[in-house]
């Protein structure tokens, strides 16, 4: 790591940002319905999928660590 520094409150405020981001993005309130729909995916599909979203918070946080 060449002698850097990681400042880990910003590592957890990019991720929660990003989650944010993320979850805005896709809600039904912004762009949600109309990406469901190019993409083919029925409500109850999204409901099942949401099981991965822990896994991705997660992934997220691992990866800011690393940048």
Not at 1 to 30: D, E, H, K, Q, R
């Amino acid at each position: 790591m060449l002698g850097g520094f990681v400042n880990l409150w910003a590592v957890l405020a990019s991720t929660i940002l990003a989650m944010i981001v993320g979850f805005l993005w896709y809600s039904p309130a912004l762009f949600g319905n109309q990406w469901m729909k190019l993409v083919g995916k029925t409500k109850a599909q999204s409901d099942k999928e949401k099981k991965r979203m822990k896994p991705a918070a997660m992934q997220t946080f691992v990866a800011w660590f690393i940048a």
